[in-house]
């Protein structure tokens, strides 16, 4: 069983946990493709295959899309959001969607946001990823983040059932 975690829009990524596999942080440049008027979208194709390549997938956890200030990026990872949604809808995987803090704060311990308070999360993420798994670390570094694989890692809570994932 494998348990995945989305980290939406197109610099965003996938990790992915399971049983009697290693931990793997895919970027998004291995499943979007170039717009014919520039700009990247989601390759529905690549992002099918690397969910299910894997193994039986107990659960997917997509992460809400970006909604804030710069309205190239919302579209963006909304219409991310609507592609990796009809893909698992019309495969029949399972999943759902959560707000950042969702998961963020039981297992990168983020207080909750504060009005006129800034959290740097990524770095917190990165930092806390490296130490989880040193072996991906390259990874995570070009990344930015660990955030699809505590994502799945929260997915395993989500859908329990699978056995121990090698994480």
Excluded: C
């Excluded at 190239?72 to 707000?99: G, K, L, W, Y």
């Excluded at 909750?112 to 990524?122: A, E, M, Q, V």
């Amino acid at each position: 069983m494998i348990w995945i975690g989305v980290d939406n829009g197109v610099s965003g990524s996938i990790g992915i946990i399971g049983t009697g596999l290693e931990p793997m942080l895919v970027n998004a440049r291995e499943y979007t493709r170039k717009k014919k008027r520039g700009g990247l979208e989601v390759d529905p194709t690549a992002f099918l295959q690397i969910i299910t390549e894997h193994g039986p997938v107990a659960g997917v956890i997509l992460e809400n899309p970006f909604r804030g200030q710069h309205r190239n990026v919302e579209v963006s990872a909304a219409h991310f959001d609507s592609v990796a949604r009809t893909m698992m809808e019309i495969h029949q995987i399972p999943f759902v969607s959560v707000a950042s803090g969702d998961w963020q704060r039981p297992l990168l311990k983020v207080p909750p946001r504060k009005k006129g308070i800034k959290t740097d999360t990524k770095r917190i993420s990165m930092e806390a990823g490296v130490l989880r798994w040193p072996s991906l670390r390259a990874q995570i570094e070009d990344q930015g983040d660990a955030d699809a694989l505590f994502l799945a890692v929260h997915a395993m809570h989500e859908f329990p059932g699978g056995g121990d994932a090698n994480f």
